[in-house]
């Protein structure tokens, strides 16, 4: 029996209003992703943990919607699933087609008229959700993907855990036909999973098996919310084929679509936040070590407020870019060693912070040291502990600490101004206006130090990392640019010799450090940007665009410009480096048949010629370069390719780091 | 300072891996080929620049070591660089590296590259 309905009427119309207001403030988080595009200046003020909704939100939050009377028409399930999915604002849906989801593929492009979300091609799972992850990391916005029941959520697998271990959004949607009695016989049950979504349960943050038209809309939009809600995280919900395929039924309930209220993230609890501020100010060397902490610019200024502050070395891991290359108060990781005071936002591996591991010896036990001085106090920030699962270890080794305080640190860091502000005195305040004067002197001379690094083997061909970056910069430098995420590891020098300050000028490494997922990152992030008209470059590598080259066409056929330079080694450097360590460790000369690294880790004989590959799939592409005085014109060449839209890849030899 | 004072310690061991006269017949030609043969190529780059990845960023171009010091750390380093033992690496080939590494142009000031003394 149908169950009366006695909440308050809101017309459908003005409810999807004020849907998309509450998307369009809070997709991005009252404290965080709000304020991505602020790009403010101002000191922060005092924020509660928790906003009050506004008017729009609390008027929809009193109603459930009217929704059309799909039973009735005999309208099929995936146009509601459509009409759920178009409140969330999500701009893009890059997947691989197949039949598993054909019945919400068709509702998409046709019913939803291939907008909100706008379907794009992609040559592989793989490809779709890296292009999700790389959006989300200069957005901070989910895209959805959709893969093609068992078999495609397994190819789409490593990317979901890049995804996850860098903690960031991604709404993946499994094709799957759950009824053994009534699905087709042969390949569509060989692609069905009674589970399936238990393929990526251990490295996604939520999942789901909407059994209902009313099942999908509750945990689309719960999937949604709890996706953008720090910790960030990847998603899954299985899409049975047929809820989607079949007419909608409402079982006597009036349909609705639950709104979206952006949560408000996790603040440290405000004693532990005082206890830090005490430690801070009261230390003679303290030092902050920022990971994945900053999305925002808003996040950055609170971090430079924070540093500015206490007058503290601030050391830069590789999740996010976090503090302004240019900043003074920027210094490499050996300061750690001089600390008495450590903050760790957002660690992804505090152990490492202040541990060195060196991998010398044949039993690979390696060698550990503690870098740091006893007696000193640990702090750390972050949401490790509000997001554990136990299969997969990136959580890496356990690290005590003397003030651990769970808390996303964009939400945290006011309260932490503010009782740092608090704490100083005059004679503290004297202290740090010294240490300060020192570290600026430190900071010029380190600059020095790596402009004159950058210029040992300046001409040397293959092209060295350095000569590559700055041959890079120098044509990028007066647009409004983008590092894109991508793959290339050329020894941080982009990090070392650009001025960068603002998050989107580089949004950090992969994550789950998968290789396959440079490319497609780079192509999801040129396409945030794109939408932003802002310049994309990446640098990517050679083994690791051999794992999904395929998302070079998506960059093509969806017109999404984007400059790829090549980190061409020509090998898997990382295992060159290994095997020829294993060789040594175990006193024997390394094969190397007829390559230059050990059998089985180079990529020659014959090279591959990444530009033709590029050129087949529409970009415009130039190489290889070997002469480092041909590099710069020809990145000159290539950029005006991308500023007239099309993207466009120079294949370049280079020194191996 | 540690990586110095290690190598004052092994440079009496050193000489015994390297032969007196050793140094006056290598061959920097020779040197380049055992470097890429040997790998010394992969962590410290093709030039002996190094990077902050893979060698801490040291260089060893112009080789700062004396010869001594350098084969002894070769022998047996003593941070992540894996030893090269006389059975996988000759004294004579080692000799040839050094001769290599010492013949590698200097750079220029950094001041006198456009690119970087605009950065």
Redesign the interface.
Known sequence: MAKKDRSPKLDRRRFLTAAAVAGATGAVGSGKAGAANAGTTEAPARLPSALPPNAHVAAAEAGVPDIPPYASEGRPGSDFMVDVIKTLNIKYLPANPASSYRAIHESLINYGKNSMPEFLTCTHEECGVGIAHGYAKITNKPLMTLCHGTVGLMHATMNVYNAFCDRMPVIVLAGNDLDAAHRPPGVPTVHSAQDINAIVRDYTKWDDTPVSAQHFAQSFVRAYQIATTPPYAPVVLSLDDGLATEPVRDFGQKLYIPKFVPTAPPAGEAGAVREAARLLVNAERPVIVADRAVNTQRGMNFLVQLAELLQAPMVRERGRLNFPTTHYLGRPASVIAQADVVLGLELTDYWATVNKFVDNNAEGVGTITSTIKPGIKLISIGTLQLMTKANYQEFQRFQSVDVPIAGDVEATLPALIEAVKYALTDDRKNAIAQRGEAIRKDHEKGRDATRQAAAIAWDASPISTARLCAEIYAQIKDLDWSLVPSSGDVAGWPLRLWPMDKPYHWTGTSGGYGVGWGCPASVGGALANRDEGRFSVAIQSDGDLMYAPGALWTAARHKIPLLSVMHNNRGYHQEVMHVQRLSNFRNRVANLGNDLGPVGTSIMNPDIEYHKLAQSMGWWAKGPITDPAELGPAIKEAVAVVKSGQPALVNVWTQPR | MQFVRVHLLLAAVATSFVAPGTALAASAENGKTAY??N?C???H??????????SA?R?I?GTPLPADAFTAYVRQ?T???????A??LPDADLADIYAYLEARPK????KD?P???G?
Do not use: H, R
Not at chain 2, 45 to 54: A, D, H, I, K, R
Not at chain 2, 79 to 85: D, H, I, L, V, Y
Not at chain 2, 107 to 110: G, H, L, R, V
């Open positions: 890429v043969k790998g190529w992969q962590c780059g093709y030039e002996g620049q190094g990077s902050v990845t893979t960023g260089v171009a380093p941070g992540a660089m894996p030893p090269f033992s059975a996988i750079p220029k000031a950094s590259i690119l970087l003394s950065q």
